[in-house]
């Protein structure tokens, strides 16, 4: 051990694997398209592992199965388990075929995409998105509307859309998409929202896809001379951090991160101590946090 040492030998960790048959590495499933709140869960999953034994290795499933329909680069890592978080496009597919992929790597999906055969901590979203628009109509604003870029292909379908329109409707308003165009996000939601203002069409509520979005109209509108809170209300949705220090503080859909993240990593860690373990399940709500930005 001394020569070892002097020598600065380190095993190598393959050929350790082999014989051990562990690794100490969990697959982290997630979508490494940037956004805010996928760096805070990220972040939050770090400090989990950071304070075990176990370290993270991170795949963007999602894309890979996008482009190839498998799962053969990110099975390729030696994890002793794997926590898929809003593997959208994939979580489904990898759940139907896992017996035949990895029927000996313990998995579990988290967020507001899972597979429910298999471990799960599932996030309501429909339950937020409710609330939120519930909230924005209960303040008397009749001319509500919901942007997001045409690019996420969420822009009118998904659960927060859903929510908008049968609620909206339901209110007997109408709709107002406002669509996010080109590969600047920045530059096409001030195009339009400045058209919206030049029109006189200027929604008296926005509802946001996401907080990151949230964050960029807010911008926008101040520089257009309009009012958050006052002239136009405004609801983000994720509960990222920023929202809360914007110049004027944003209503927000605070998901659960850090009772996800903890959840799913004790189901996990379960499953990989003991495989005969029964399946742990659970769906949790998001939280309302109302702020300036719809107060007035």
């Given amino acids: 051990m001394a020569a ?3 020598l600065g030998y380190m095993p190598n960790p393959m050929a350790r694997a082999l014989m051990t048959k562990r690794t100490g590495l969990i697959g982290l499933w997630m979508s490494l398209s940037y956004s805010r709140y996928r760096c ?12 075990s034994e176990w370290a993270i290795a991170v795949s963007d499933v999602d894309e890979e199965y996008h482009w190839n329909h498998s799962f053969s680069r990110a099975l390729r890592v030696p994890v002793e388990g794997i926590i898929a978080f ?16 990895a029927p000996n790597t313990p998995f ?22 409710d609330q939120a628009i519930q909230h924005v109509l209960s303040t008397g ?27 909206t409707r339901a209110a007997g308003l109408g709709l107002m998409l406002l669509p996010v165009e080109g590969p600047s996000v920045l530059r096409g939601t001030n ?71 903890r959840l799913a990593f004790d189901f996990l860690k379960s499953q990989m101590e003991d495989h005969t373990a029964p399946l742990k ?12 930005s719809t107060q007035s």
């Fill in 4 to 6: 070892a040492e002097q």
């Fill in 40 to 51: 805070q869960v990220l972040d939050r999953m770090r400090s989990l592992t950071g304070a």
């Fill in 86 to 101: 809003d593997a959208s496009a994939s979580v489904e597919a990898f759940g139907k075929d896992y017996d035949r992929l």
């Fill in 108 to 129: 579990v999906s988290m967020g507001a995409y899972w597979y429910d055969a298999k471990s799960f901590v599932g996030v309501d979203l429909r339950a937020g998105a």
């Fill in 141 to 167: 604003r009749k001319k509500i509307g919901y942007i997001a870029p045409v690019g996420s292909g969420l822009l009118d379908v998904g659960l927060r859309y859903e929510s908008y329109s049968e609620n």
């Fill in 191 to 261: 195009d339009v929202l400045a058209k919206c203002v030049a029109e006189g069409t200027l929604p008296e509520a926005i509802l946001c896809l996401n907080d990151d979005l949230a964050l960029v109209v807010s911008s926008a509108l101040q520089r257009l001379g309009v009012r958050v809170g006052e002239d136009v209300a405004l609801v983000g949705f994720d509960g990222i951090e920023e929202t809360e220090f914007a110049p004027c503080p944003i209503t927000t859909v605070q998901q659960p991160m850090d009772e996800m993240g």
């Fill in 281 to 292: 399940q659970i769906v949790i709500k998001p939280q309302l946090v109302i702020r300036d």
